[in-house]
């Protein structure tokens, strides 16, 4: 037994008519009629009475009708899900992020994508930039959106910029410099600096030597953190002052100030990385999404 055979025999027995099933078949009426007996000969029962001009369900063929029904439904939604599945509108995807640079970006591509592919579930890990090139490199990730990292870091995976962040410097609403509009290196140098760790955090340590090698001066580095949140936590407390990316506002609201530096600091790229072997269908629409929103104002 073949699907065309319960493909047959559902057309003859919703049209109660060979002529007009062959039709909309597209095949001959011949050729229709031997299918139909072939089936009911590997059933061993009939299938349908027929009379010069209609054919009507036996009992068994009414039973029958229903049930090849669901198999055929059931075999067209298979076909379906698997086509959504290879052109990656369905199923989902582990994408890791980094949750202050990311914080204008991520939103608006998640909207985007999830209006584009409904079906498609999108699995956000908030990670440091260790974790996730760890997570990409094993297979756990689909695709990261962090701060882009030097070549040496992203040894063997793949990578596109997406935005450029300005550099602005965290203060608590009471600190001494929470007045000014912007301050210069030096003036931010007098004051002990909060940093991320450098081992979940490999390119913090660059960041900041590029945003102040310029003025000559060092800044004291006082505490390192291992996540946004309890940098942001070090500063409100007077613990020191940071390097941020502008896009932090969204976050720490009037938590914190975030000040202007001049000169204007190189920004930060953020791009978005994956693995060698290149990305699914549905990471490929999420890059998109991505690279759109990074466009938007």
């Not at 072939?38 to 299938?47: A, H, K, S, T, V």
């Not at 979940?200 to 590029?210: F, S």
């Not at 006082?222 to 007077?238: M, Q, W, Y």
Request: charged residues 25%; glycine residues 6%; proline residues 5%.
């Amino acid at each position: 037994m073949e699907l065309r055979h319960l493909r047959y025999f559902i057309a003859v027995a919703e049209e109660e008519n060979v002529s007009r099933a062959a039709l909309n078949l597209h095949v001959s009426q011949p050729a229709l009629s031997r299918q139909v007996r072939d089936l009911e000969e590997e059933l061993g029962f009939p299938l349908l009475e027929r009379s010069a001009k209609s054919v009507k369900l036996t009992e068994a063929g009414r039973v029958f009708l229903a049930e090849a029904q669901a198999v055929i439904e059931r075999v067209e939604e298979a076909v379906a899900k698997a086509r959504s599945a290879a052109e990656g509108a369905a199923g989902e995807i582990h994408v890791g992020y980094a949750m202050s640079p990311t914080v204008r970006i991520l939103p608006k591509a998640l909207r985007a994508f999830q209006d584009e592919l409904p079906n498609l579930k999108v699995k956000l890990h908030d990670l440091s930039t260790e974790e996730m090139l760890v997570g990409l490199r094993e297979g756990h990730l689909d695709m990261a959106i962090m701060v882009h990292a030097h070549a040496a870091i992203l040894r063997g995976l793949h990578s596109e910029d997406l935005s450029r962040q300005p550099i602005r410097l965290a203060v608590a609403p009471r600190h001494p410099l929470s007045e000014k509009k912007s301050v210069t290196l030096a003036e931010a140098a007098e004051f002990q600096l909060v940093s991320f760790n450098p081992t979940e955090y490999p390119d913090y340590g660059d960041v900041i030597n590029d945003t102040f090698s310029p003025a000559k001066v060092t800044p004291h580095i006082g505490e390192e953190h291992d996540s946004v949140a309890s940098l942001i936590a070090a500063v409100e407390a007077g613990s020191g002052v940071a390097l941020v990316t502008d896009s932090l506002a969204c976050v720490v609201g009037t938590r914190l100030k975030l000040l202007r530096i001049s000169p204007e600091p190189k920004p930060l790229v953020i791009a978005a990385v994956w693995s060698e072997s290149g990305l699914s269908p549905a990471g490929q629409r999420f890059l998109a999404c991505a690279k759109k929103a990074a466009l938007e104002k």
